[in-house]
């Protein structure tokens, strides 16, 4: 007896067959120790591919896509994601040139700002300052007594911090009040 | 009660009806997304790609003709969209990147960590080896055995889904089946995996 090919009684475990085919191979099948072992083999792995689970979807999926479909997004036409990526690529080259003035205009601004400084040294008389402005008075030459005072504290006045902070040379004399 | 068919839902659908949408939805979500998990193999790829799959049906109900039974139609979107993924890597990409996708949206905003850790859980030595062996099938044959065996579609809708002729999907199942049954020989010959 001859045996019945292997794709026959692959169909049949997976009922594929027309009634007369089906009938045909149950016949053989009852016969035949070889073939009924394949068709056993079948039925077998297909009783162990049951044992591949897959998860559930998520509890808010149906929110994500009612989200999605409300959004819009459901209105682009079929070609909508790369009509989405040419829009994303027109307001990011916005960004770009959009970034390219900001910094050509603040090197302008950096530029005349140098061109203002170099053209004040280059006076050589610049206008004097009022002097009841601080930094004017500063410049002032101290009379003789406050010069030898400022020279018995000239370590301290090496401080650039304390130098640089008038309101802790202020609060020098309430200190030693205190 | 009479249940609305896919077909009447979906015809309801083109004409604007939001509550025939949300029907369709609640039937076949767990299948699509189940169905992408088996081809790409992560959870949060597999909703992402479910929910395009429902996005592209809304969008396209105005060309949806009832001369095709609705769930081969679902199913061919879903299978391009997928074999499109797995094409692209998409799934490599965003698990490697970590960070976000092509579209700047960090892939947390959608990963679930339960279901992430529930998918741990299930995956046992034999669903492991399961999945390794239908993972290494070449495309069509991959569809076609997750289509046939845990969709439960027909093979004359599998024909419909992949474009090819009956034949030619008996032809694919028989070969699939013949690689699984060799590839899970030891399993199979202790009867139950």
Not at chain 2, 24 to 48: I, S
Request: contains cysteine.
């Amino acid at each position: 007896m001859k045996c019945i090919e292997r794709e026959k009684l692959f169909q049949l475990v997976n009922k594929m067959l027309e009634p007369h085919e089906e009938d045909e191979v149950r016949t053989h099948l009852a016969a035949c120790v070889a073939c009924a072992r394949v068709a056993e083999e079948y039925r077998r792995l297909d009783a162990a591919l049951d044992d591949w689970t897959a998860a559930e979807p998520s509890p808010w999926f149906d929110a994500r896509v009612r989200a999605r479909v409300a959004s819009g997004e459901a209105n682009v036409p079929w070609f909508g994601f790369g009509k989405v990526r040419a829009v994303t690529a027109v307001v990011a080259a916005a960004v770009v040139i959009l970034a390219a003035v900001v910094v050509f205009h603040h090197q302008q601004v950096v530029e005349n700002h140098h061109s203002v400084v170099s053209q004040q040294q280059a006076e050589p008389n610049p206008p004097i300052a009022k002097p009841s402005e601080p930094t004017e008075a500063l410049r002032q030459p101290l009379p003789a007594d406050e010069q030898l005072k400022m020279d018995e504290n000239l370590s301290l006045l090496e401080d650039y911090d304390v130098v640089s902070n008038f309101d802790a040379l202020s609060e020098l004399p309430q200190a030693k009040e205190n | 009660m009479v249940v609305d068919s896919d077909l009447d839902l979906m015809l309801r659908v083109r004409q604007g009806d939001a509550g025939s949408f949300d029907e369709l939805l609640r039937r076949y979500r767990t299948p699509l997304v189940k169905y992408f998990y088996r081809l790409v193999h992560d959870q949060a790829l597999a909703e992402d790609l479910a929910q395009d799959a429902f996005l592209r049906v809304y969008k396209a109900r105005h060309r949806y003709r009832p001369d095709a039974r609705f769930t081969t139609w679902l199913y061919r979107i879903a299978t391009n969209l997928a074999l499109n993924a797995i094409r692209d890597d998409r799934g490599r990409q965003l698990r490697d990147a970590g960070t976000a996708g092509d579209d700047g949206a960090a892939p947390m905003d959608f990963v679930d960590p339960k279901a992430t850790v529930e998918q741990e859980l299930i995956e046992t030595d034999r669903s492991r080896m399961i999945r390794e062996a239908i993972e290494a099938l070449p495309e069509n044959q991959r569809a076609a055995v997750i289509l046939h065996k845990y969709q439960d579609v027909d093979y004359r809708q599998i024909a419909g889904i992949l474009n090819v002729s009956e034949s030619a999907v008996k032809s694919l199942l028989f070969r699939a089946y013949e690689t699984l049954r060799t590839r899970l020989e030891p399993l199979v010959r202790e009867g139950k995996i």
